[in-house]
């Protein structure tokens, strides 16, 4: 029997990237019962993750007794490569609220890093994504972070806007989002105006829909040629 909590259900393969606590993962692995179809991954070590999350240890513990693959030193920029990763694929691929982790830095090598970093990862992401699934990704909807322009760089990266949710936490119980880099990174913070944004890699649909025609006739016919 599959078990469901918002738009996600016990029967997806389900890849979580940048997890600070594991909190969001565990909050998945006990709505479904089980932890056995989510990978959750971050960029940190083991050790590391148990040092600056207060929670980690007991989240982990209880995603591994749900039976949830835990990955770590998972880098967005590489991670279809990684030795625990590749040649897999997944129905969703999350990531919530991505960050750079740099700090004291300009704004404007600050601002650039957030968007080479979400470029970097749907790369990476695209690629171990199953044929009907969906890459994720949860991201503040007011100034300056709609300067990110999201759907913009998954558009460069050939992957199309099929949904958009507003993020409400309070659907998410037992989830804490935490800051995730530097001295404050197991601290809270306030999401404000937030949305979920879903990509789908539409271009295979159409492509198999036109097989007999060149791609640049089918671009033509669906009106996806970018600006």
Known sequence: MEEEITSYDSS????LVGEGDFS????LARAFGTGVNI???SMI???HARQVNQNAIRNLSEL???GCT??????????IRHPLLKNKTFDRIIYNFPHSSLIDVKYEQEFRLHKVLVSGFLKNAKGMLKHDGEIQITHKTTYPFTLWNITGLATSEGLSLVGKEKFDKKLYPGY???RGAGPQCDETFHVGESSTFMFANL???????NKKKTFKDVLLNENMFLN
């Open 64 to 66: 591994d007794a749900l």
């Open 12 to 15: 997806q393969r389900i890849l």
């Open 39 to 41: 990978t959750a991954t």
């Open 203 to 209: 271009y295979k649909d159409v492509m198999e829909k």
């Open 176 to 178: 804490d989002i935490k």
């Open 45 to 47: 070590s083991i050790r």
């Open 70 to 79: 835990l990955v770590f030193k998972v880098n967005v920029y590489t991670m």
């Open 24 to 27: 969001f993962s565990l909050c």
